[in-house]
Antibody, heavy 116, light 111 residues
């Protein structure tokens, strides 16, 4: 069974940093592009970033460029999102996703709250 | 404002057919990129409903179908059931943005 389990969310002050992790199992992690998608409370879905199989190609949505960094460790079957200069508007549930052009499956996500 | 445009809400009675439109531009749907659809029941994570514009993952009832034409795509739900009440999102790729994009979501109410 394919499983993606996000962790690392929590409460952080504006301007602070946080590192999200995602442990993957049930599929050959190293052969897939991976993405992060978020959903602010009561809002829609927003794709944030993706990374190719060996980590050499990364893409970001403009609103997080220069603040967020996606990375992966294929030996640990893990995906990461390093977030810095966090803003109140970054408050959301963050999902780690296998990127086949479409996203499937979806885990429960990890909640990041940016507030003073 | 989302790059892909969806109606904020649609509704239908049990047993009826509803469609949800997803309108894009020449840099996404119009550039022949596939459209994918997700269902999100309140309080739950989204789940994949349609991939590759037309295909259903295993376990998704054939009451759900996808179509695509020019710069638009549609999700059709036939034989509407109470359990279909949820938010629905379309998703595609945009070559100008070099990344995936989502529609703003459509809330389906089963009357």
């Amino acid at each position: 069974e394919v499983q993606l389990v996000e962790s690392g969310g929590g409460l952080v002050q504006p301007g602070g940093s946080l590192r999200l992790s995602c442990e993957n199992s049930g599929f050959t992690f190293s052969t897939y592009w991976m993405s992060w998608v978020r959903q602010a409370p009561g809002k829609g879905l927003q794709w944030l970033a993706n990374i190719n199989q060996d980590g050499s190609d990364k893409n970001y949505v403009d609103s997080v460029k220069g603040r967020f960094t996606i990375s992966r460790d294929n030996a640990k079957n893990s995906l990461y999102l390093q977030m810095s200069s966090l803003r109140v508007e970054d408050t959301a549930v963050y999902y780690c996703l296998r990127d086949n052009d479409w996203f499937d499956p979806w885990g429960q996500g990890t909640l990041v709250t940016v507030s003073s | 404002q989302s790059v892909l445009t969806q109606p904020p809400s649609v509704s239908g009675a049990p047993g009826q057919r509803v469609t949800i439109a997803c309108t894009g531009t020449s840099s996404n749907i119009g550039a022949d990129y596939d459209v994918h659809w997700y269902q999100q029941i309140p309080g739950a994570a989204p789940r994949l409903l349609i991939y590759g514009s037309f295909n259903r993952p295993s376990g998704v009832p054939d009451r759900f179908s996808g179509s695509k034409s020019d710069t638009s795509a549609s999700l059709a739900i036939t034989g509407l059931q109470a359990e279909d009440e949820a938010d629905y999102y379309c998703q595609s790729y945009d070559s100008d943005l070099s990344g995936s994009i989502f529609g703003g979501g459509t809330k389906l109410t089963v009357l």
